[in-house]
Structure formats: C-alpha cells, structure tokens
T-cell receptor, first 115, second 109 residues
Framework: GAVVSQHPSRVICKSGTSVKIECRSLDFQATTMFWYRQFPKQSLMLMAT?????????EQGVEKDKFLINHASLTLSTLTVTSAHPEDSSFYICSATPGGGTEAFFGQGTRLTVV | RKEVEQDPGPFNVPEGATVAFNCTYSNSASQSFFWYRQDCRKEPKLLMS???SGNEDGRFTAQLNRASQYISLLIRDSKLSDSATYLC??????????FGSGTRLSIRP
C-alpha cells in the first residue's frame, strides 16, 4: 500500500516554543492531506484539511493562527504548533489518500509533550 | 449530533466469542465507509471497506444499511489479538474523512 511518513515521532518542547511536524507521501502525490489530533482514550479529531497550493481548511474550534499548516508541494504538508502550551500535548497524526483511491493512509503519528 | 457515532465500549468478551459493533452516520450523502483498527499508541490501519452488498473477510463481516444510515462490524471466533480499538470511518464528502469515537474491544483468555 501507499506510504505516508510523519516526522518526528516524538517531541518534547518547552511551553511557549513552536514545533513543526512534517507529513510526507512517499510514493504518491497528495493534493489533500488531513491533520488529526487524538487525546488519550479518545478518537481522532479532524483538525484541518491541508490543500496543496492554497489555504488549509480548519474545523470549527481549531485556531488557524496557532496551528499553522503549509502544503507547499504535492508530497509534503507541515503542521506547526505555535507558542505551545501543556494543553497542546497530544498525539498528532496526518493522513492522505492517493488519487482515485478511497483508503486513507496514515503517518506514524507524532506524540507532542509540552512541559 | 455528531457526524459519526459509535458505542465507545469497552467490550470485554471471552476468546472465541462473536462480537458486533454498530456505527451511525448523519450525512445521507456519504459515499464511502470503512472500519479501521487502532492499537494502543499506534496509527490506525484499514481493517476493511464496507460495501452496500456487505462484505466478508475471514472472521470479519461488515455491512452497510443506507436506509438507516449505519454500518456494522461482526467479528466471529474472536482471538486475543483482536483486542484493539475499532474506528468507524465515513468519507462524508470528496475531501473529508470523519472518524467515529472508536469502540474498545478487549478479548480475555
């Protein structure tokens, strides 16, 4: 199946700093990628839809100025958590679907801990 | 109302039992439906797609009821390795994939 690579897998940062998470589609082009957040014992919550070459679409309640998304190429989307706070600590995961397909492929996820 | 709703469980059943999960969705225009499995601290992985005619893959059977807007997953002869969280996933439009809250399943020896 298709491969989506996410980096880093784990990051610990200080409160107030920014963290960038990368999501790459390794063997297909993805005009759209999705970013999710998952708190412990909860399901994945869609944060935003990343669109190549245009602005991301954010879900209600997700601050676009805090969670900056850049999708500058057909194989890379980045999520930057700006001025991170402990409540931003979570599991962030991206997904993409190859063109013409229906199955979503996920990155390995990034476990962010803000101290 | 959530777009996709699932019973969170947990379901705790003995090995060899049959267990079934349901998932309801609110958008009648939804086209694609899936069951994903997520192990603790791992990314979700596709278990099976769900087709209108229903489909079976070994011990797993998935069904779609468009009239009532729900999908189901049946696991027969459950194994210890089936313990996981099962996520109902609905492609509500061409560009939006929505997850249910997940149903936790625990198989005991």
């Amino acid at each position: 199946g298709a491969v989506v690579s996410q980096h880093p897998s784990r990051v610990i940062c200080k409160s107030g700093t920014s963290v960038k998470i990368e999501c790459r589609s390794l063997d297909f082009q993805a005009t759209t990628m999705f970013w999710y957040r998952q708190f412990p014992k909860q399901s994945l919550m869609l944060m935003a839809t990343s669109n190549e070459g245009s602005k991301a679409t954010y879900e209600q309640g997700v601050e676009k100025d805090k969670f900056l998304i850049n999708h500058a190429s057909l194989t890379l989307s980045t999520l930057t958590v700006t001025s991170a706070h402990p409540e931003d600590s979570s599991f962030y995961i991206c997904s993409a679907t190859p063109g013409g397909g229906t199955e979503a492929f996920f990155g390995q996820g990034t476990r962010l801990t803000v101290v | 109302r959530k777009e996709v709703e699932q019973d969170p469980g947990p379901f705790n059943v003995p090995e060899g039992a049959t267990v079934a999960f349901n998932c309801t969705y609110s958008n009648s225009a939804s086209q694609s439906f899936f069951w994903y499995r997520q192990d603790c601290r791992k990314e979700p992985k596709l278990l099976m797609s769900v087709y209108s005619s229903g489909n079976e893959d070994g011990r797993f059977t998935a069904q779609l009821n468009r009239a009532s807007q729900y999908i189901s997953l049946l696991i027969r002869d459950s194994k210890l390795s089936d313990s996981a969280t099962y996520l109902c996933v609905v492609d509500s439009s061409a560009s939006k994939i929505i997850f249910g809250s997940g149903t936790r399943l625990s198989i005991r020896p």
